[in-house]
Nanobody, 118 residues
């Protein structure tokens, strides 16, 4: 089973950009579907973007056109490029991995904080 570690969070002004990274240990990373979830204060965790082992991507309506998810299997890394950030994008961002195309996988990172504020 892989382990996931997030990095790249921080404080950014509205309209700015951040790039998050999810780095995995293990030798079968390429077979994993990876998702980015976020949880705002007092809110449920929601799926923001997902990239399947095939490379197919999926986005929530709230981030479509602003966020881009990509993977580099040679580096065991998935990146989430976030542009045109809004205050409502604020939250704790978690990386999730699994081999099922349905629902969240069993492996979670510890998360990274993203704050969008002037």
């Amino acid at each position: 089973q892989i382990q996931l570690v997030e990095s790249g969070g921080g404080l950014v002004q509205p309209g700015g950009s951040l790039r998050l990274f999810c780095t995995a240990s293990g030798t079968i990373f390429s077979r994993y579907h990876i998702g980015w979830y976020r949880q705002g204060a007092g809110q449920e965790r929601e799926l923001v973007a997902q990239i399947f082992s095939s490379g197919i991507t999926k986005y929530s309506d709230s981030v479509k056109g602003r966020f881009t998810i990509s993977r580099d299997n040679t580096k065991n890394t998935v990146a989430l490029q976030m542009n045109s950030l809004k205050p409502e994008d604020t939250g704790f961002y978690y990386c999730n991995g699994g081999m099922s195309v349905i629902g969240a996988g069993p492996t979670w990172g510890k998360g990274t904080q993203v704050t969008v504020s002037a």
